[in-house]
């Protein structure tokens, strides 16, 4: 039982790049998120989505794409990236469609942005 | 806006010893909470939640966590510490959106270190 699958577990980039963190479910969940994770600020939610084709903003959107074409994938996609976007990310789903229910989380992407 | 507040960023108990990790909140309505532990290199994992009923619930590797209404405090208690509980624990409260969706709001963490 896989759960939440993020790859890949580790990314440098250079300032201006662009790449896509992957994350899929095997739990048929229709919510997933994604969270950032940064030192003494606990977890901001960048994007959620709830069931394919649908998704809105977290608090801390900005410099940040998703899409959710199916039920198990999420890619969240920097479109350039900036040193303030080092940080790890954590991908999350929830079997509550609502949200604001128990979370599985993947085990996280760190990224560095040079 | 709902909202958690951790006040300690680390908590050092000998192992054996009863730990404590603190959380209080602030929300408009009745609230509910969970407590979640990351351990080095990993996803957070749920420990426990509390949604409406008993004020103490227990949770997962023998946690438990105490609902004060009057103090809006959600600590969280372990009898007897254990080296292996050494991890960052995130407070979280459940913020209900305007649209019907909700989201989880997290504190900042706190780091456990249980000594031997």
């Known amino acids: 039982n896989a759960g939440v699958t993020q790859t890949p577990k580790f990314q440098v980039l250079k300032t201006g790049q662009s790449m896509t963190l992957q994350c899929a479910q095997d739990?048929?969940?229709?919510?997933m998120s994604w969270y950032r994770q940064d030192p003494g600020m606990g977890l901001r939610l960048i994007h959620y989505?709830?069931?394919?084709?649908?998704?809105d903003q977290g608090e801390v959107p900005n410099g940040y794409n998703v899409s959710r074409s199916t039920t198990e994938d999420f890619p969240l996609r920097l479109l350039s990236a900036a040193p303030s976007q080092t940080s790890v990310y954590f991908c999350?789903?929830?079997?509550?469609?609502?949200?604001?229910?128990?979370?599985?989380f993947g085990s996280g992407t760190q990224l560095s942005v040079l | 806006a709902q909202s958690v507040a951790q006040p300690e960023d680390q908590v050092n108990v000998a192992e054996g010893n009863p730990l404590t990790v603190k959380c209080t909140y602030s929300?408009?309505?009745?609230?509910?909470l969970f407590w979640y532990v990351q351990y080095p290199n990993r996803g957070l994992q749920f420990l426990l939640k509390?949604?409406?009923?008993?004020?103490l619930v227990k949770g997962s590797y023998g946690f438990e966590a105490e609902f004060n209404k009057s103090q809006t405090s959600f600590h969280l208690k372990k009898p007897s510490a254990l080296v292996s509980d050494s991890a960052l624990y995130f407070c979280?409260?459940?913020?209900?959106?305007?649209?019907?969706?909700?989201?989880?709001?997290f504190g900042a963490g706190t780091r456990l270190a249980v000594h031997p």
């Open positions: 999350a789903s929830s079997y509550s469609r609502r949200g604001g229910e128990k979370l599985f």
């Open positions: 739990m048929n969940h229709e919510y």
């Open positions: 989505s709830v069931g394919a084709g649908i998704t």
């Open positions: 929300v408009s309505g009745n609230p509910y």
């Open positions: 509390y949604i409406t009923g008993d004020n």
């Open positions: 979280a409260v459940r913020d209900m959106k305007s649209d019907g969706y909700n989201k989880l709001i």
